[in-house]
Nanobody
Framework: VQLVESGGGSVQSGGSLRLSCAASGITVKTSCMGWLRQVPGKEREAIATIDSDGVTNYGASVKGRFIISQDQDNGKNTLYLEMNSLKPDDADMYFC????????????????WGQGTQVAVSS
C-alpha cells in the first residue's frame, strides 16, 4: 500500500488549498480514510475521516471549513481535502491515512500512512 500526498504549500490567512492523496494497493472508496495533522510536540490529530458509505466526520477545529472527499472517477483512486478559510493555526504537516475497514470507528487504528505534505499559513 502506498499513499502519496500532494498539494501543500504556503497561503495567506483566509485562503484555500486542496490536498490530494493518491492511493495504490488499497481502494479509497471501500476503506476508512482520513486526514490527520501533526501538532508540534503532540500526537497526530485526525481532522477528517470518510468511510465507504461516504459518511464524513470532522474535528471541531476544521468543521465547516474543510471538506474531505473520495474520487475514483477516471481511475483516480484519490482522497482529497479541500481547505478553506485557512488560519495560521492550521499550519501543520498533513498526513493521509487508511484503515482496512469499510467504516471508521470513533478512533480509527490507521494501518497505512503517507509521508505528509506541509501547509503554511501566513497572517
Amino acid at each position: 500500500v502506498q499513499l502519496v500526498e500532494s498539494g501543500g504549500g504556503s497561503v495567506q490567512s483566509g485562503g484555500s488549498l486542496r490536498l490530494s492523496c493518491a492511493a495504490s494497493g488499497i481502494t479509497v472508496k471501500t476503506s476508512c480514510m482520513g486526514w490527520l495533522r501533526q501538532v508540534p510536540g503532540k500526537e497526530r490529530e485526525a481532522i477528517a475521516t470518510i468511510d465507504s458509505d461516504g459518511v464524513t466526520n470532522y474535528g471541531a477545529s476544521v468543521k465547516g471549513r474543510f471538506i474531505i472527499s473520495q474520487d475514483q472517477d477516471n481511475g483516480k483512486n484519490t482522497l482529497y481535502l479541500e481547505m478553506n478559510s485557512l488560519k495560521p493555526d492550521d499550519a501543520d504537516m498533513y498526513f493521509c491515512a487508511a484503515e482496512i475497514a469499510y467504516y471508521c470507528s470513533r478512533e480509527p487504528s490507521w494501518d497505512f500512512w503517507g509521508q505528509g505534505t506541509q501547509v503554511a499559513v501566513s497572517s
